[in-house]
């Protein structure tokens, strides 16, 4: 059913790649080079290095603050859910900037 891809690409990417490093919701997983095939994401970009947040909002609200951009290094990206509908763009772009 391709009408589950994203879901089941976000939900392999958080339990095989991410959790099975040892962390959990709320870790930021920072990978510092492009993916290449071997990350078996469906979506990937191969010219984008890439932070992950897995947010798990059960126990009620959580806040991510990002640094703010400077005239060296921004964080551009957005907040997505299962589906990988943006929920908020993060960042420069962002509604906060």
Known sequence: MNWAIPAVSMLSMRDKGKFSL?????????????????AETLTANNQTPYASVYINT??????????????????????IDIWQVPVADIGPAGMDQ
């Open 58 to 79: 059960k126990e009620g609200p959580v806040v991510l603050e990002i640094p703010p951009a400077s005239e060296r290094t921004a964080i551009f990206g957005s907040a």
């Open 22 to 38: 040892g962390g959990g919701y709320n870790s930021v997983y920072w990978i510092s080079k492009p993916p290449t095939a071997l």
